[in-house]
């Protein structure tokens, strides 16, 4: 499996990401700079976490007209798996891949923190080796988390299944009480109706190895591997 993780002026998790993939797919990724035109050829592309632009006029406005998001477009829309994390996501919905908005937090300040998150579904390229309610521990770190989506849309994500993981306790209670920014519905993560884009604020590429506290990270990236091979073998 062949990655790409795109690098925008400001982005502080691109080496993260990479070092993630490179461990589990076991080949180093592209890094493409935002000022290119074209992606090499890859089968998942990342949009890594930072402050793209130092989130000048609004997260991920500017990075979402950079000149490599066409090619990213293109690629979502033809099928290419596009994991979005924290600014990923923010850049995801500015280019209009995933529905919604990230807003400033609701306590107004930064949150950076291990959360809980309860898994909503298996049944995506991305969540596959995971359990539909499985609690996990995963990091955020963030300013501008607040997920929103008016009441028709919010209908349609559950109707579809199309939310990935929601903020809950320890023992998958969903309370407001877990929820680190005010997302509606306390979301986490949302795929796109071709459940072939991710985007998520927790962190998976903090949270791959032992020595971060926790892998349950990890099994995302592997779920990417496994439906890959899945579909290479036909």
Same mark, same amino acid.
């Given at each position: 499996?062949?990655?790409?993780?795109?690098? @925008?002026?400001?982005?502080?998790?691109?080496r993260d990401?990479a070092? =993630?993939?490179?461990?589990v797919?076991?080949? %180093?990724p $592209?890094?493409?700079?935002?000022?290119?035109?074209?992606? /090499?050829?890859?089968?998942?592309?990342?949009? /890594? !976490? +930072?402050f793209?632009? !130092?989130?000048y006029l609004?997260?991920g406005? #500017? =990075?979402?007209?950079?000149?490599?998001?066409?090619?990213?477009?293109?690629?979502?829309?033809?099928?290419?798996a596009?994991l979005?994390?924290?600014?990923? *996501?923010?850049?995801?919905?500015?280019?209009?891949?995933?529905?919604?908005?990230?807003? %400033?937090?609701a306590?107004?300040? *930064?949150v950076?923190?291990?959360?809980r998150?309860?898994?909503?579904?298996?049944?995506?390229? @991305?969540?596959? %080796?995971?359990?539909?309610?499985?609690?996990l521990?995963?990091?955020?770190?963030?300013?501008?988390?607040?997920? @929103?989506?008016?009441?028709?849309?919010?209908?349609?994500?559950?109707?579809?299944?199309? #939310?990935? *993981?929601?903020?809950?306790?320890?023992?998958?209670?969903?309370?407001?009480?877990?929820?680190?920014? +005010?997302?509606? !519905?306390?979301?986490? !993560?949302?795929l796109?109706?071709?459940r072939?884009v991710?985007?998520?604020? /927790? $962190?998976?590429?903090?949270?791959?190895? /032992?020595?971060?506290?926790?892998?349950?990270?990890?099994?995302? @990236?592997?779920?990417?591997?496994? =439906?890959?091979?899945?579909?290479?073998? +036909?």
């Amino acid at each position: 499996m062949q990655s790409a993780v795109i690098v @925008f002026p400001g982005s502080n998790c691109d080496r993260d990401m990479a070092v =993630a993939l490179e461990q589990v797919t076991g080949r %180093r990724p $592209h890094l493409v700079w935002h000022r290119e035109r074209e992606l /090499p050829r890859a089968d998942l592309i990342a949009l /890594p !976490g +930072g402050f793209s632009y !130092g989130d000048y006029l609004r997260c991920g406005a #500017i =990075a979402a007209r950079s000149e490599i998001m066409p090619a990213v477009v293109a690629r979502a829309r033809a099928g290419v798996a596009v994991l979005g994390v924290c600014n990923g *996501f923010q850049i995801l919905t500015e280019v209009g891949l995933l529905p919604g908005a990230l807003m %400033r937090n609701a306590g107004l300040s *930064f949150v950076c923190r291990t959360v809980r998150v309860r898994v909503e579904t298996a049944d995506s390229p @991305f969540t596959r %080796r995971y359990k539909a309610g499985e609690v996990l521990r995963i990091p955020v770190a963030h300013h501008d988390g607040n997920y @929103f989506v008016d009441d028709e849309t919010l209908a349609m994500l559950e109707d579809e299944g199309r #939310i990935a *993981f929601r903020y809950c306790e320890g023992s998958g209670a969903i309370t407001p009480a877990a929820n680190p920014n +005010g997302s509606v !519905g306390n979301i986490a !993560g949302v795929l796109n109706a071709g459940r072939n884009v991710l985007g998520m604020m /927790p $962190h998976p590429e903090r949270a791959i190895e /032992p020595l971060h506290g926790g892998t349950d990270g990890r099994r995302l @990236f592997e779920s990417v591997v496994a =439906a890959l091979a899945a579909m290479a073998a +036909g």
